[in-house]
């Protein structure tokens, strides 16, 4: 038997290349299914009545307001045009109707649609509105990749496409049957699935490591090959150390917006891979298109600078606000993401930069102009305010534990990457800076407790108590205890003596007898002011770490 030497991976070529055509029919498709895949963020009907909705529709037809239209049959019409065109629906409708279409999607500019609904009722055209936020060109993308072919990824995993996009590289491996990458043309990693029992080779390691396919001499005929067949493109290796690829574009009509690769010998694949992988590459382009991957790296960039600035106290907050496109008087609570306790040094930075996509498609979902920056082994997000008023702020808090609860799960579903998050206060963005130091510090105090998540209400007393053991000060007023302030404010308002009080109390061990002794007053007196302490402020003295960390603040505001 012949041993072939070892071969380096800047020497792997594809020794051949075979263009795969799967035949598929064209799939017919209803507005329900267009409706319910794009999601109600993009498109939702005008009307209640949706008995139109189960009617086919073909592909989607971008024309302006005044153009003409003519020869129409079963086409989603775009009807573009800015606010002046909202008074004119009514006529442009009419003129869909005569030329034999049926669908309409329109913007309402913040109009009200009343008139154009009855109108559309009356013709028999069904009106559809889109955000005025999404690109035309985007919608379009989203309904012609519905359009173009159905989504199936396997039995079970249909949320694979409104989950993140490790969790639809799991579901399109487990339908292959192989380990698979999600990428851009230009071999930037932007996934890849983590299945047991699918191995890999020294290419796709190295490849998951460093976010980027290695370099090797036919990379740019394979990824032409890719763009240019009308399918799946198999590839043999010339070494039997390195796995045989097969590779499908994936697209929007005719815009490409990144490739699959899946390993076909570790192991070998399901036996209809390739209609399988064009199924996955229409999934993948939708869920690409939702999320907005590619669309805005350069905001994003520029997003992300600013608040790399706003945080190291380079960039001015209405440079940074501009930047991220809010008002300077934004409120943003800002977030540290890293490995939990536990992984290895050796994968840290491969975790981070994995959790990196997922926490700023998470970021994306919180807000638009969210920014997310990897740095120092750690990712930093901005996460701005969704609305105003405290009430309203400290429902967002609460919004923002779920949401990196939801991270959390979100990554150890995708391939058992396990983070922990720590958020900081919703501050003014002059303050963002403030905001990040305190969520490193409650990301700090993870590390050593169960928890994977917390805000600086789950976790003050603690972070307190790790700033004195690390020798730093505590000098922030929101490191104060709510309660503790809460009482000061009342004894320096009311010149009553709580504050004092409670401060013997303590010094006493909590006995009450003593604590009477030292005030001078009798033991009911003292039980009535301990119990008023509990009602009126909520000091509970029964949390060991809390207790400690009153007292301390209680002295050191009394000892001023």
């Known amino acids: 038997m012949t041993t072939l030497p070892p071969m380096g991976i800047g020497e792997v070529v594809a020794q051949s290349t075979k263009v795969l055509v799967p035949e598929s029919e064209p799939p017919t498709v209803t507005l329900r299914e267009i409706l319910e895949t794009v999601g109600a963020l993009f498109l939702r009907p005008a009307a209640s009545e949706t008995r139109t909705l189960d009617l086919p529709i073909g592909e989607p037809m971008v024309v302006g307001p005044d153009e003409p239209i003519s020869g129409l049959t079963d086409e989603l019409v775009l009807l573009t045009g800015g606010r002046e065109s909202v008074a004119r629906i009514g006529d442009a409708l009419a003129r869909v109707a005569d030329a034999g279409g049926r669908a309409v999607v329109v913007k309402s500019w913040g109009a009200d649609l009343a008139e154009a609904v009855r109108a559309a009722e009356e013709l028999g055209v069904t009106l559809l509105i889109t955000s005025d936020d999404t690109a035309w060109r985007q919608l379009d993308a989203m309904v012609t990749a519905v359009c173009t072919a159905p989504v199936r990824i396997g039995p079970d995993h249909g949320d694979a496409v409104s989950g993140d996009l490790f969790t639809l590289a799991n579901s399109i491996a487990a339908s292959l049957g192989g380990p698979v990458t999600i990428e851009k043309t230009s071999g930037r990693i932007l996934a890849y699935s983590n299945l047991p029992g699918q191995g890999i080779d020294e290419i796709r390691r190295l490849a998951i ?29 010339s070494h039997p150390a390195y796995a045989d690829r097969m590779a499908v574009a994936i697209r929007a009509g005719h815009r490409v917006l990144g490739v699959i690769f899946v390993l076909c010998d570790r192991p070998r694949l399901v036996e209809d891979a390739d209609h399988v992988l064009v199924d996955a590459a229409h999934a993948t382009a939708l869920h ?83 920014a997310s920056v990897l740095e120092r082994g750690s990712i930093t997000l901005a996460l701005p305010s969704t609305g105003n008023g405290g009430e309203q702020v400290r429902h967002q808090i609460a919004r ?62 603690a972070v307190v108590l790790a700033a004195f053991g690390a020798g730093r000060p505590v000098d922030d007023d929101l490191l104060v205890l709510p309660q503790v302030s809460a009482l000061l404010e009342h004894d320096a308002e009311h010149g009553t003596e709580y504050a004092h009080t409670l401060l013997v109390h303590l010094g006493c061990a909590g006995d009450v007898a003593a604590t009477a002794e030292a005030l001078h007053v009798h033991e009911n007196t003292a039980r009535y002011r301990m119990r008023r302490l509990d009602e009126m402020f909520g000091i509970d003295l029964a949390d060991g770490d809390e207790t400690l960390v009153t007292w301390l603040q209680v002295r050191a505001a009394l000892h001023r």
Request: proline share 7%; hydrophobic share 45%.
């Open 288 to 370: 690409l298109l939702r999320a907005g991957v590619g669309r805005h790296d350069h905001d994003r960039i520029r997003r992300s600078e600013a608040v790399r600035g706003l945080v190291a106290g380079h960039t001015m907050a209405g440079a940074a606000a501009t930047a991220l496109g809010v008002p300077e008087t934004t409120p943003v609570a800002m977030a540290t993401v890293r490995p939990a306790p536990g992984t290895p040094p050796a994968n840290a930075e491969a975790v981070t930069a994995r959790a990196a996509d997922l926490a700023g498609l998470y970021a994306d979902y919180w807000h638009p102009a969210a």
């Open 209 to 237: 490591l460093e976010r980027q396919t290695p370099q090797r001499p036919t990379n740019d005929e394979e990824y032409r090959a890719i763009i240019r067949g009308p399918g799946p493109v198999k590839f043999e290796s």
């Open 400 to 461: 923002l534990h779920k949401l990196g609860t939801d991270l959390v799960a979100a990554a150890r579903r995708a391939g058992g990457v396990e983070l922990v998050v720590g958020i900081g206060p919703m501050l003014p963005l002059a303050d963002a800076a403030r905001s990040h130091h305190l969520a490193e510090q409650i990301a700090d105090v993870l590390r050593a407790r169960s928890e994977r998540v917390a805000t600086l209400d789950d976790v003050r007393s």
